[in-house]
């Protein structure tokens, strides 16, 4: 098992996705990143614009659901696909996020994939084990 990178699961509906990093914070936008490749190649997404998403949560695995889901909105309300992904933990008990996001505005010659329409809390799943982080969740599609 790596400690960094993305990569799916099996799951009988939808799509399962898993973000791993040497942080939770890491984990966290690889998770963004897995969930976003679902709709466009992230490496083919021109960065040209970037959003700011803040929220607080104290518990880890609603913050997964609560990040991937401010994304999905602030992606929708702006109409961009995003490639690149960030965050941050912040306050006396871990529990102030910031992140931000960059992409651009949907485009032609940009292959559109499959809608992702939210994270669900089915499998949410965020621990740490030897290698550093794992975040993980099903989502809808």
């Known amino acids: 098992?790596?400690?960094?990178?993305?990569?799916?699961?099996?799951?009988?509906?939808?799509?399962?996705?898993?973000?791993?990093?040497?942080?939770?914070?890491?984990?966290?936008?690889?998770?963004?990143?897995?969930?976003?490749?679902?709709?466009?190649?992230?490496?083919?997404?021109?960065?040209?614009?970037?959003?700011?998403?803040?929220?607080?949560?104290?518990?880890?695995?609603?913050?997964?659901?609560?990040?991937?889901?401010?994304?999905?909105?602030?992606?929708?309300?702006?109409?961009?696909?995003?490639g690149e992904f960030g965050l941050e933990r912040h306050g006396d008990h871990g529990d102030r996020w910031s992140g931000w996001a960059c992409g651009e505005p949907w485009r032609e010659g940009l292959a559109r994939g499959t809608e992702v329409k939210g994270a669900t809390l089915t499998m949410l799943e965020v621990k740490q084990n030897a290698e550093g982080w794992e975040a993980r969740c099903v989502v809808d599609v």
């Open 1 to 82: 098992m790596r400690a960094t990178g993305s990569e799916y699961f099996e799951h009988d509906a939808d799509i399962g996705i898993v973000g791993r990093g040497r942080t939770i914070e890491q984990a966290f936008a690889q998770a963004a990143r897995a969930m976003f490749a679902i709709q466009a190649d992230p490496d083919a997404v021109r960065r040209s614009e970037c959003i700011r998403v803040e929220f607080e949560e104290g518990d880890a695995e609603l913050a997964l659901a609560r990040w991937l889901n401010a994304l999905l909105a602030a992606s929708r309300e702006r109409g961009l696909a995003l």
